[in-house]
T-cell receptor, first 112, second 110 residues
Framework: EADIYQTPRYLVIGTGKKITLECSQTMGHDKMYWYQQDPGMELHLIHYSYGVNSTEKGDLSSESTVSRIRTEHFPLTLESARPSHTSQYLC???????????FGPGTRLTVL | QKEVEQDPGPLSVPEGAIVSLNCTYSNSAFQYFMWYRQYSRKGPELLMYTYSSGNKEDGRFTAQVDKSSKYISLFIRDSQPSDSATYLCAWRGAGTALIFGKGTTLSVSS
């Protein structure tokens, strides 16, 4: 089983709140990713990181931001949550871009 | 045209059945083909991957790629209730992103 963790697993929050979704991996992988998954829809890449102090936006535009201060940690932040941010957020990591991506269990976010 | 088309199902089969899951794609740049399995309330896990046209077997699972038709399939033999999950096809083309299908939900009844 992959050693990649996400907290919280479920979050229900009101509009306008600032939230941070945590993602940690213990595999020493340089590459980390955030995907967004809506029910019945494709996973879409919203952010990725080559390594420490490197972050890039993915294919799907997102109002969230990410940081990569430590290799093992890749948190995602929403400064002001809105109902349109309701979704499942999946974190993943890989040894290289062409290696297997290991996924965390996901955070299911509901913004009221 | 969407880059990846995958029938979402749901697909319900009895235990022991042979299951066929399919995806089509439109982008000829796609080179590296994968199937992920996602159990309820879990993240996806890589099931199989292949670079080339033809068949690849791993136990009860066979991945088939037809690049000329832009079509990939996953066959599950002797399906088990533990195979009940959502199966996602995915591609890597140029760049870093994986392109995913919407997933097919499979239910295997005992």
């Amino acid at each position: 089983e992959a050693d990649i963790y996400q907290t919280p697993r479920y979050l229900v929050i009101g509009t306008g709140k600032k939230i941070t979704l945590e993602c940690s991996q213990t595999m020493g992988h340089d590459k980390m990713y955030w995907y967004q998954q809506d029910p019945g829809m494709e996973l879409h890449l919203i952010h990725y990181s080559y390594g420490v102090n490197s972050t890039e936006k993915g294919d799907l535009s997102s109002e969230s931001t990410v940081s990569r201060i430590r290799t093992e940690h890749f948190p995602l932040t929403l400064e002001s949550a809105r109902p349109s941010h309701t979704s499942q957020y999946l974190c993943a990591s890989s040894e290289g871009f062409y290696n297997e991506q290991f996924f965390g269990p996901g955070t299911r976010l509901t913004v009221l | 045209q969407k880059e990846v088309e995958q029938d979402p199902g749901p697909l319900s089969v009895p235990e022991g059945a042979i299951v066929s899951l399919n995806c089509t794609y439109s982008n000829s740049a796609f080179q590296y083909f994968m199937w992920y399995r996602q159990y309820s309330r879990k993240g996806p896990e890589l099931l199989m991957y292949t670079y080339s046209s033809g068949n690849k077997e791993d136990g009860r699972f066979t991945a088939q790629v037809d690049k000329s038709s832009k079509y990939i399939s996953l066959f599950i033999r002797d399906s088990q209730p533990s195979d009940s999950a959502t199966y996602l096809c995915a591609w890597r083309g140029a760049g870093t992103a994986l392109i995913f299908g919407k997933g097919t939900t499979l239910s295997v009844s005992s």
